[in-house]
């Protein structure tokens, strides 16, 4: 069983920064692809970032010169800083993985750009 739990979402006005976090446990190894996806009011969710086991990133074009993915293998944690927030950005930020096969979710976290 694989649990991931989000955390860091919030209200932020344009321009801002947030820092989201993913922490991940059961039996698993801390090598295991993590990523981010979201999913804006009314829209299909989309991937944001992932990021391997060895720290080898994937990002959407449109997303990768203002939001970095990284990882903490140690605290089995994987961090979406975004930068120079936008109102399209509003929307649920999940955190994803692949174990075995199987694809996790975490519960989300709402991220709310607006002043």
């Known amino acids: 069983q694989v649990q991931l739990v989000e955390s860091g979402g919030g209200l932020v006005q344009p321009g801002g920064s947030l820092r989201l976090s993913c922490v991940s446990s059961?039996?698993?190894?801390?090598?295991?692809?993590m990523g981010w996806y979201r999913q804006a009011p009314g829209k299909e969710r989309e991937l944001v970032a992932s990021?391997?086991?060895?720290?080898?990133?994937k990002y959407v074009d449109s997303l990768r010169d203002r939001f970095t993915i990284s990882r903490d293998n140690a605290k089995n944690t994987v961090y979406l800083q975004m930068n120079s927030m936008k109102p399209d950005d509003t929307g649920v930020y999940y955190c994803?993985?692949?174990?075995?096969?199987?694809?996790?979710w975490g519960q989300g976290t709402q991220v709310t750009v607006s002043s």
């Open positions: 990021i391997t086991g060895i720290g080898i990133t």
């Open positions: 059961g039996s698993i190894s801390s090598l295991i692809p």
């Open positions: 994803w993985t692949n174990w075995r096969g199987s694809h996790y």
